[in-house]
């Protein structure tokens, strides 16, 4: 019922997958992938980011644990006339789901996996897909949350909570955040409701709880899984600039595979002080 609340919802998000698309696409050609390569799309959802990226002649495979979502995307991608595969299983085995295929790209948009599990989860999951990355792949972690600018926007609001309000056409999503000082876990729930008339009938609610991280800790978790830190910044129209990182909800971070497989080790850590 939940999967089926959420699918709701993020079929009112497609108007912004052309934009969504053109974006991601602008951020793989600056880093040299070009439309060909292989694009790994984890926590794919109904497919959104994957079709506008397939659409743009990228080989797109995406993974998410949910099979209605999966199904859903197999279906907008007939329907679009666009090649691109969805495959059902848990990122947290993406190398055993996936066995050895190899990727150009891989991408976690919109705050997928990363943050719902453990940090050991969070960090096995990356490990896992460097070795699924082709050499010289790169690490996509776009639009994710940001623990530093929701701290900000938490202390600004007394703890109490802070809202926004998606309006979906026919659908108003109240979206309530709790995050406590000090603290690296937010509790977040989503109202939906659907317009009738002058009323809304609310139909139903999305829980979960998501540790955040600060733009350093998430370089550091993915250094040691094997991803050296090329760029971070928070608005993906303008990834030259990372000017307001501190204060804004999400960032956006990019990485390479490393060569000898890991990134930011403790030593080099040593070296930089």
Known sequence: AKAGLFLEVLKRLRPAAEEEGRLVA??????GIGPGATILDVGCGDGRLGLALAARGYRVVGIDVSSLLIEEAR??????????EF????????????????FDAIIFYWGSVIGYYSDSADEDVLRRCRSVASPGARLLI???PNK?????????????????VLDLEDLVVVQRYVLEPGSSYMDSAWHVYR???????????LRSCMRLYTPD???????????????VFPRLSDPGSATALGASPT????????????GMRGEEVQDRR
């Open 142 to 144: 776009l639009r994710h």
């Open 87 to 102: 495959v059902a299983g848990d990122a947290r085995r993406v190398d055993e789901v996936l066995g050895g295929r190899r």
């Open 26 to 31: 602008q951020l793989l050609e600056a880093e």
């Open 195 to 205: 317009r009738r008339g002058q009323d809304l009938e609310h139909l139903g609610e």
């Open 148 to 164: 530093l600018g929701l701290q900000l926007m938490a202390s600004i609001h007394g703890y109490r909570g802070f809202y926004d």
């Open 75 to 84: 279906r907008r991608a007939r329907e679009q006339g666009v090649e691109a």
């Open 217 to 231: 800790e998430l370089a550091l978790l993915a250094g040691r899984a094997g991803w050296r830190l090329r760029r």
């Open 251 to 262: 960032m956006n971070l990019v990485f390479e595979a490393s060569v000898d497989g890991v």
